[in-house]
């Protein structure tokens, strides 16, 4: 099984920041990465899949980059709205796998 | 729009079964792989299984093979999850997945005595 590890775990960021997540896998896996935000209670949302095409209507703050084994989600100024948990995903092979999580918090 | 709406889930003893339901609509069903990714409390996101728009392949995470069975009926645009020998590991928020970019709001399984 490929293997996804995200950093951090966690981040506390103010209003404004520029946020960095990474998200490395144990092989590569091309680009066949997602991204998605998930707040408390609710479904995960994809923000971006095949690595860097953003999701329709989410918010260009957003972006991501990398291929093969490292991949980044950047958040160029971080809004009230995006605290939050982000997970990657890889969707080279099965069984797919998610990265443990990065909980987004408030400094 | 999309839509999925997952049911079935509930309270059920270690060694059970219960079989969830996802209901589609909003676009064509027949046309795409559709997921299931489950939730363990305060834990992250696992995928589940998954299956082809004419339900001729089917894949599992091997914590569940043997014990869950994924089908659909393109006819009802429904997607099912049938779950037996349910383990306490198997408590979790359970979503429906349209191919891993459109999800419902999930249905809760909890296995316990």
């Known amino acids: 099984d490929i293997q996804m590890t995200q950093s951090p775990s966690s981040l506390s960021a103010s209003v404004g920041d520029r946020v960095t997540i990474t998200c490395r896998a144990s092989?590569?896996?091309?680009?066949?990465l997602n991204w998605y935000q998930q707040k408390p209670g609710k479904a995960p949302k994809r923000l971006m899949y095949a690595a860097s095409t953003l999701d329709s209507g989410v918010p260009s703050r957003f972006s991501g980059s990398g291929s093969g084994t490292e991949f980044t989600l950047t958040i160029s100024s971080l809004q009230p709205e995006d605290f939050a948990t982000y997970s990657c995903l890889q969707y080279n092979s099965y069984p797919r796998t998610f990265g443990q999580g990065t909980k987004v918090e408030i400094k | 729009e999309v839509h999925l709406v997952e049911s079935g889930g509930g309270l059920v003893q270690p060694g059970g079964s219960l079989r969830l339901s996802c209901a589609a609509s909003g676009f064509t069903f027949s046309s795409d792989w559709m997921d299931w990714v489950r939730q363990a409390p305060g834990k992250g996101l696992e995928w589940v299984a998954n299956?082809?728009?004419?339900?001729?392949?089917?894949y599992y995470v091997d914590s569940v093979k043997g014990r869950f069975t994924i089908s659909r009926d393109n006819a009802k645009n429904s997607l099912y999850l049938q779950m037996n020998s349910l383990k306490v590991e198997d408590t979790a928020m359970y979503y429906c997945?349209?191919?891993?970019?459109?999800w419902g709001q999930g249905t809760q399984v909890t296995v316990a005595s």
């Open positions: 299956i082809k728009q004419d339900g001729s392949e089917k």
């Open positions: 997945s349209k191919a891993l970019g459109y």
């Open positions: 092989q590569s896996i091309s680009s066949s």
